[in-house]
């Protein structure tokens, strides 16, 4: 019998049902698809998938198990499999697009992309998903609702000034539009309140939301958004990945001579963080003398405000994320600190050498 080294099942997520596909990888590295296996999105197939899982599965050695993130239809089955403890990897939807396109198969169904993710699996080492934090992913709901009702009440007040600037202006359209902006703004003061009694129930937050805000142009809303969009920075290994899970890391596309595309930033990433940090960066740019210089310098360099804004953003993002790691407040000299200690340091051989 031949050496299989790794296993893995791969799962297409839909609404209605999921597919899972069972494969294996031997030690020449050859994938082989065993099984597949179409289940109900309920607790009746989970139960289901599970006595097939336990049939094919070698308990011998671990078994990976590759999710697609579609919309909410994945969590229910991720934290029954987490429950279960199967090491379970949910994959952003562009990541495996773009790892099919890999592979030599052309067709595209459930089937197929079930396998997909299972080479995926197979042939990548995954980031192990947890379930977030329950007061996290109560938050997250929160600011999300509060975010969706915003763009309501700006939508309606377009309207609304669309319609009593018109030539014959209907008065009972006008009174409908003033009630339901009077009930989205009742219902946004309801949502800011019930984040407010979240965060106060755990000390922890409240106690890294008040450093957090310490930072010039950061607010109690952003910063729980931030909270509630990372679940707590919640594997974060570094600045770097933080960036890129926000979708503000900078890509590049060149080659050779003939093709010469201009940098930006990949908005591959959660669109919540992007959105939540920008008057927060603007109002940095014009009250935080280290931003300020940081913005003017950008846009004294390539006269770009969109581009300084985002640079601006970045740094605050980064910046949140140190002081949750670190436990520690803004503080606005910090740079000039940093500067005159590596004055100073670059100075002291030089002293000594005259001495």
Request: aromatic content about 6%; proline content about 4%; some cysteine.
């Amino acid at each position: 019998m031949e050496n299989v080294i790794r296993q893995c099942i791969g799962i297409d997520c839909g609404m209605k049902e999921h597919v899972a596909s069972f494969s294996r990888m031997y030690a020449d590295l050859r994938v082989e698809y065993v099984s597949t296996l179409t289940i109900p999105n309920g607790p009746g197939g989970f139960v289901k998938l599970s006595k097939w899982i336990r049939k094919l599965m070698d308990p011998s050695m671990p078994c990976q198990f590759v999710l697609e993130a579609t919309g909410v239809y994945h969590e229910t089955l991720a934290c029954f499999l987490t429950e279960k403890g199967w090491p379970v990897s949910v994959v952003l939807p562009n990541r495996a697009k773009y790892f099919s396109k890999t592979l030599t198969v052309k067709t595209v169904n459930d089937k197929v992309s079930s396998q997909t993710l299972a080479a995926m699996g197979l042939e990548k080492k995954l980031d192990v998903w947890s379930p977030p934090d329950p007061i996290y992913n109560q938050l997250r709901q929160l600011t999300r609702e509060r975010d969706q009702l915003k763009a309501e009440s700006t939508q309606i007040k377009c309207q609304l000034h669309a319609e009593e600037s018109g030539a014959w202006p209907n008065k009972s359209s006008i009174k409908r539009m003033n009630q339901r902006l009077s009930l989205i703004e009742r219902q946004v003061e309801e949502v800011e309140t019930s984040i407010r009694e979240v965060v106060a129930e755990s000390p922890e937050i409240d106690q890294a939301v008040r450093r957090m805000t310490s930072i010039v142009g950061v607010g109690m809303l952003t910063a729980v958004t931030v909270l509630a969009e990372t679940n707590g920075f919640n594997l974060v290994r570094n600045k770097k990945q933080l960036v890129s899970y926000a979708g503000l890391d900078v890509v590049e596309r060149t080659s050779g001579i003939s093709v010469r595309g201009r940098s930006r930033i990949s908005h591959r990433g959660n669109r919540y963080l992007r959105k939540c940090l920008y008057f927060p960066a603007m109002t940095a740019a014009r009250h935080s003398n280290d931003h300020k210089a940081l913005y003017n310098r950008l846009i004294s360099k390539h006269g770009i405000a969109m581009k300084a804004a985002v640079a601006v953003q970045r740094k605050l993002l980064v910046m949140m994320y140190a002081i949750w790691k670190n436990g520690t407040i803004y503080d606005p000299n910090y740079e000039s600190k940093k500067q005159q200690n590596e004055l100073g340091q670059t100075r002291r051989p030089a002293l000594t050498e005259l001495a």
